[in-house]
């Protein structure tokens, strides 16, 4: 398999990126080729969303030329806060000059006004990498055309959701607009949609625009050079038909050395963890393994299935953002959906009801389940819950409490009923919350803030105060 995207060892400076064999060619490229041609390459060469939709890149890109207007903007999400996924982190310290390339020929394609590039505030090693590659480039006249805006976020797992996002880049809170970027992008001057009004587009005149807006993964950006210099037909060398290139996974959880790596999608998952995490502790078995929070359980069964979006898919979960969550015969299936569930509820804005009071009634009731204190009843209740959870969400938080949770439920019925009968957990154990701080020599940082804090988003003090 070739590498593409992760270089055996960082880049340290951007003479080192041309001396690769893609640095500096793809925007040659599509300088050359121009921005109709660009798209259509990008197009042709199947590359899908890396951020966890999963939606073909080409296609977004002629959504948002195709809206019209005047203004169009770019948005590169470096806000990595799936549970389990390091991936864009690991690419950013590694390569950051692929991503700026990769950004500048997306502004150039779309016709962007500005490119702004959102990490998180405490992201450090990160914004120090690409503020790096953005000087060089910019003093080596790459960037000239294009004005590049770093964003520093705040720590909020729905700051990665692309219409809180855009709120954030206007200095508002992450709370998820209504409508998709493509239709309601920044700086709108089109009616208001966010849960608070904002100024109109600096220096705006004349009639109401809506601003069209690309929001694309920072890893779905890095593939962008790859394929513009070397050209569809290899990308399309690798991968699946649906799904075609490389990806770049996470593995963490109950495995003897966590870790990023790349892989050629089509690759069974089983193969995946062994390669990227080297597997589950000797004479231990894995029992389920997880996309992030965001999509159903893979019983260990099912992990024979390609690592690919319809591979996935087809064992009835998701490709996510390829951080994989893996949990060993020794894990409680019912603290894990408390885990995610309470991970869920905290971060839920409560702009919608059924999904802030949905996803804190079904943690409740998860708590009371694991501590031996719930009855049968309260799983019915658990079950009404996730089907209502859903009702009017603007954005896919409140469907991944239905489909994460739930699917622990629908495939782990027996562990439910023994805590029933035996009133508290059989299998009595700590497990980590996989929200990743750091991760590198096999050894994963978790967050252990995420159970300081509240749904209302502040923390409870710590107990030294
Ligand atoms: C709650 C929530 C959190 C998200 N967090 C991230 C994130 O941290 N990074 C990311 O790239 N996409 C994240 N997404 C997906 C984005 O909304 C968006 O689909 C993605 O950035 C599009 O890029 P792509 O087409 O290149 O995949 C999140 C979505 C949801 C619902
Ligand atoms: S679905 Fe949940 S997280 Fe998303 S906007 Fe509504 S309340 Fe907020």
Redesign the pocket.
């Known amino acids: 398999m070739t590498r593409y995207l992760l270089p055996d060892e960082p880049l340290g400076s951007l003479d080192e990126y041309f001396a690769t064999d893609v640095g500096g060619l793809g925007l040659k490229r599509a300088i050359d080729i121009g921005p109709e041609a660009t798209i259509a390459e990008v197009a042709q060469s199947g590359l899908?969303?890396?951020?966890?939709?999963?939606?073909p890149?080409g296609r977004?890109w002629e959504g948002v030329v195709g809206q019209g207007g005047t203004h169009r903007y770019l948005v590169a999400?470096?806000?990595?806060?799936?549970p389990g996924?390091f991936k864009?982190r690991a690419l950013m310290r590694a390569n950051p000059y692929q991503l700026v390339e990769g950004l500048v020929i997306a502004a150039s394609a779309i016709g962007a006004r500005e490119a702004f590039l959102c990490l998180k505030a405490s992201f450090e090693r990160e914004l120090e990498a690409i503020t790096r590659a953005v000087t060089e480039m910019q003093e080596a006249g790459i960037c000239r055309e294009c004005q590049i805006t770093i964003v520093r976020g705040p720590d909020e797992?729905?700051?990665?959701?692309?219409?809180?996002?855009l709120e954030v880049i206007e200095g508002k809170a992450p709370l998820?607009r209504l409508f998709p970027p493509y239709e309601h992008g920044l700086f709108a001057t089109a009616p208001q949609t966010g849960w608070q009004a904002s100024e109109n587009e600096p220096g705006h005149v004349g009639r109401h625009e809506s601003n069209p807006t690309l929001?694309?993964?920072?890893?779905?950006?890095s593939n962008v050079p790859h394929i513009l210099a070397k050209g569809a037909d290899w990308f399309r060398s690798m991968g699946t038909e649906a799904s075609p290139g490389n990806v770049v996974c996470t593995v963490v959880g109950d495995v003897v050395a966590p870790d990023v790596g790349e892989v050629e999608l089509g690759t069974p998952l089983r193969a995946v963890l062994d390669a990227v995490g080297s597997g589950v502790a000797a004479g231990r078995t894995v029992k389920a393994v997880f996309s992030g929070v965001?999509n159903p359980v893979i019983p260990e069964p099912l992990l024979d299935a390609p690592l690919s979006y319809e591979g996935l898919s087809g064992v009835g979960s998701g490709m996510g953002?390829a951080g994989f969550i893996v949990y060993d015969d020794t894990a409680c299936m019912v603290e894990v959906a408390r885990q995610f569930s309470r991970f869920l509820w905290v971060?839920s804005c409560g702009q919608c009801p059924p999904c802030k009071l949905g996803s804190g009634e079904i943690t409740e009731r998860l708590e009371r389940l694991e501590a031996g204190a719930a009855d049968i009843d309260e799983l019915s209740e658990i079950g009404a819950w996730l089907g209502k959870v859903t009702d009017g969400n603007r954005?896919?938080?409140a469907?991944?409490e239905r489909l994460a949770v739930g699917s622990v439920l629908g495939a782990f019925p027996e562990e439910i009923v023994e805590h029933i009968e035996a009133g508290g957990c059989p299998r009595p154990r700590p497990l980590a919350f996989p929200k990743l701080v750091d991760l590198s020599g096999g050894r994963a940082v978790y967050d252990e803030s995420v159970w300081r804090k509240q749904p209302d988003w502040t923390y409870a003090p710590t107990a030294a105060g």
């Open positions: 899908r969303g890396r951020g966890g939709g999963g939606f890149t977004k999400n470096g806000a990595e806060g799936e996924t864009d797992y729905l700051f990665g959701e692309e219409k809180a996002m998820p929001v694309n993964n920072v890893e779905t950006l965001a953002a971060e954005c896919f938080l469907v991944e």
